[in-house]
């Protein structure tokens, strides 16, 4: 019986990782580990896994073509096909903004072809390096494109240009092909090179980051992907002769906000030294963990935005301003808008395109903070409203008790915190749908620019756009193929009034996507989830206090806020009128500040 060809597969999206497991489940001949990483993580995987005795590697596209610059074992490319393309393009045409296709030859060749012989009308950019793929998109924004059809690397640079992306996913057929190209060539591969007992004898210690230099203090190794600096590196060779004489050495040093603790040990394999550095990093705390304060950075910034539906969604056309123009402005910003519009991810935004992104965003929850929180956030040295050059989010305000507001706004008034820091409200509208007084207040005097989010009701003509995008993204996530929507089901959603806005957008896409089973998703479908959304109780006498539509979590959600702000944000007394446990009501007031 032939021995099964053991395959890495290196996928740069989780929608490839769980078809690539699919497939390998239909077929005897193979045993297959997928792990998720894209470029330079997706080579640095493929190195940690270079001890585990694997046959072959799988990957696609630039990741795969730099893998196989650094690892020993063959590497097999999942090439793009004429379907993938098609299907990408077919996924495309409910999108009626101006978009292009941008990728390496080996797409952009097969798209020409396509593109003439069905009689598409499609602008097509070739790329040959991740430069020219920066000077494209580049182009592509200032001429007024807002989308592009493209391949994993032009995918991570899209959003910088403020471009949607339409990733050219790798088909069930091309996986296919793979798997058999990986077999026949590991029945003609029977050698290990002598890098492969060094990499595992490299990563038997299990490090975070791994460092590997030579006699010449030449680095030729690292096990993942870094960004430490340039400091951190010379360091390392400037202590190598130290390791020579002394079995492991260990220090620390600070690093961009990181204490790196370093170990290094030397080892002689072939006659040669290596001299390994283990590191790993440890965060310095910003400040005293307190509830309702936090902090983030700008990458945690850009990621929970363009991660999330409002990063996929987002818009500026209905904006007084550009995203960019908020982002620069230097007074303090209001932004408004009904729940579910995404105003959380719309200030994170705001912050890390800011000037002062490179210092940390404070956020401060008025609906998480209770009586210890508030001391320390009105008093303490290391409170955030003693912090200068600093990005401070304030939301949920409305929740707190009048003597508090009062206190919050005299300490940013008198300690000139909006003029110290950049200043950021959120704020949602009044029951009337007004903008409440304590909002209003608070833009007059310290003249806020207001940012207003409009809901996804007034935004009806962009769900072709809004659906096109997120399906795509949900087709990488659910491993699905699924091309679009019929158009009477396009219809209902246009003409649905959407009272929790993106919200509910996301989670009924989410909900069509998961149970449709076929290229489109059909109209009776729509239709059904779309019912389900209505009330289901019968009229009764009198006005009801609450929003009926929605679910049963967000009306006690909505009592807990009443309740708290009935008893002045003073969380015992809130608990013991709702007959709940402090644990408990400070767990649903977490959910309102997720909200």
């Known amino acids: 019986m032939n021995a099964k060809t053991k395959i890495l597969g290196i996928a740069p999206y989780e929608g490839m990782q769980v078809l690539m497991n699919q497939i390998a489940l239909q077929r005897s001949d193979i045993d297959l580990m997928v792990v998720v990483g894209d470029l330079e993580e997706g080579s640095a995987l493929a190195q940690k896994y270079a001890d585990e005795d694997f046959d072959v590697i799988i990957s696609r596209g630039g990741t795969a073509e730099l893998i196989r610059q650094k690892s020993d074992l063959p590497v097999i490319e999942v090439t793009i096909s004429v379907y993938d393309i098609l299907r990408a393009i077919k996924l495309a045409e409910n999108y009626t903004n101006k978009y292009a296709l941008v990728g390496f030859p080996s797409i952009t060749q097969e798209a020409t072809f396509i593109s003439s012989l069905l009689q598409y009308n499609i602008d097509i950019f070739t790329i040959h390096n991740e430069q020219e793929g920066i000077k494209v998109l580049s182009g592509l924004a200032q001429e007024g494109y807002q989308m592009v059809l493209c ?83 010379e360091e390392m060779k400037k202590r190598i002769p130290e390791l020579i004489t002394d079995t492991v050495k260990k220090y620390h040093q600070e690093d961009n906000g990181l204490i790196l603790a370093v170990s290094g ?32 950075d700008k990458d945690e910034a850009f990621d929970k935005f363009f991660n999330s539906f ?8 209905n904006l007084e301003m550009s995203i ?58 290391n409170s955030p409203l003693s912090d200068t050059n600093t990005t401070i989010y304030i939301r949920s305000m409305e929740i707190l008790s009048e003597d508090q507001f009062n206190e919050l706004f005299s300490i940013i008034r008198d300690l000139n915190l909006y003029k110290r820091n950049r200043m950021i409200f959120t704020f949602s509208y009044g029951d009337d749908g007004n903008i409440t007084p304590r ?49 009477k ?28 089973t076929t290229p489109y998703i059909k109209a009776v479908t729509v239709a059904e989830i779309l019912r389900k959304e209505k009330p289901q109780f019968p009229s009764v006498t ?23 702000a009935e008893e002045n944000g003073h969380q015992t007394a809130a608990a013991n009128r709702l007959g709940i446990s402090r644990s408990t009501l400070w767990r649903m007031l977490q959910k309102v500040s997720e909200k």
């Open 151 to 233: 391949d994993m690397i032009t995918n991570s640079l899209s959003h910088r240009y403020g471009l949607t992306s339409i990733l050219i996913t790798s088909g069930s057929e091309s996986i296919q092909d793979a798997f058999n190209r990986a077999v026949q060539t590991v029945s003609d591969y029977k050698q290990y090179t002598l890098w492969t007992d060094f990499y595992k004898l490299v990563l038997e210690e299990n490090p975070t980051y791994i460092f590997v230099f030579d006699d010449n203090k030449e680095m030729i190794y690292f096990s993942r992907n870094y960004s430490f600096s340039k400091i951190v590196i």
């Open 265 to 296: 040990l030397c080892k002689k394999l072939g006659g040669k030294n290596h001299y390994i550095y283990y590191i790993n990093p440890r965060k310095v705390p910003l400040a005293l963990t307190k509830n309702g304060i936090r902090y983030i």
């Open 310 to 317: 409002y990063g996929i969604a987002h818009s500026s056309h």
């Open 324 to 381: 960019d123009e908020y982002a620069n402005a230097s007074q303090p910003i209001m932004i408004l808008g009904e729940g579910g519009t995404g105003k959380d991810q719309m200030a994170r935004l705001i912050y890390a395109k800011s000037p002062l992104s490179n210092n940390p965003l404070a956020i401060i929850d008025c609906a998480r903070i209770n009586t210890k929180a508030w001391t320390f956030l009105t008093e303490h040295n």
């Open 439 to 487: 909002c209003r207040h608070l833009i007059n005097h310290y003249s806020c620019l207001t940012m207003h989010i409009p809901p996804l009701r007034n935004r009806l003509g962009e769900i072709p756009n809004l659906v096109s995008l997120y399906i795509s993204n949900l087709n990488i996530q659910l491993a699905k193929e699924i091309i679009g929507l019929e158009a």
């Open 489 to 516: 089901g396009l219809e209902l959603l246009q003409n649905y009034d959407w009272p929790d806005n993106f919200n509910q957008f996301k989670r009924i896409l989410n909900e069509l996507v998961t149970v449709t």
């Open 542 to 564: 009198g006005e009801c206090p609450f929003d009926l539509t929605k679910t049963l979590e967000e009306i006690n959600l909505e009592i807990v806020q009443r309740v708290m």
